[in-house]
C-alpha cells in the first residue's frame, strides 16, 4: 500500500511561480520502481495528464501545454516527487494530484495509475 499526500498549491498571479510536492509513504519509490505522474482536473472537465517520472528520474514526458513551463523532478531518499510550474497561467488553474504505477513504462492516461493523492488547488489569476 503507498499513500501520497500533495501540498504546494495556492493563489498567484499570471506569471507566478509555485512549487507542488508529492510526498509518499508505507514503501520507498526506488525499492519498488514506481513511476510517477501529475494530473490535473478544472470544473467541469476531465482529468488531464500534466508530466511523468521515471522510478529512478532519468526519464521524464510533459504534456505540450507545459513544456518550457514545468518541471517534475523526484528525491527517492526523502520519497518525495516535485512538480516546479513557472510562468503560471490562468488556464492552468486547477486542482492538482499526484499519481503513482508500479509498470516499468511512463503512462499518460489516468486509468493506469494504481494510487492517487486526494489533490492541492492551484489558482492563477490574470
Known amino acids: 500500500q503507498v499513500q501520497l499526500v500533495e501540498s504546494g498549491g495556492g493563489l498567484v498571479q499570471a506569471g507566478g511561480s509555485l512549487r507542488l510536492s508529492c510526498a509518499a509513504s508505507g514503501r520507498t519509490f526506488s525499492r519498488y520502481n514506481m513511476n510517477m505522474g501529475w494530473f490535473r482536473q478544472a470544473p467541469g472537465r476531465e482529468r488531464e495528464f500534466v508530466a511523468a517520472?521515471?522510478?529512478?528520474?532519468?526519464?521524464?514526458y510533459n504534456v505540450d501545454s507545459v513544456k518550457g513551463r514545468f518541471t517534475i523532478s523526484r528525491d527517492n531518499a526523502k520519497n518525495t516527487v516535485y512538480l516546479q510550474m513557472n510562468s503560471l497561467k490562468p488556464e492552468d488553474t486547477a486542482v492538482y494530484y499526484c499519481?503513482?504505477?508500479?509498470?516499468?513504462?511512463?503512462?499518460?492516461?489516468?486509468?493506469?495509475?494504481?494510487?492517487w493523492g486526494q489533490g492541492t488547488q492551484v489558482t492563477v489569476s490574470s
Open positions: 499519481a503513482g504505477d508500479s509498470a516499468v513504462i511512463l503512462h499518460t492516461t489516468p486509468a493506469r495509475y494504481d494510487y
Open positions: 517520472i521515471n522510478w529512478s528520474g532519468r526519464n521524464t
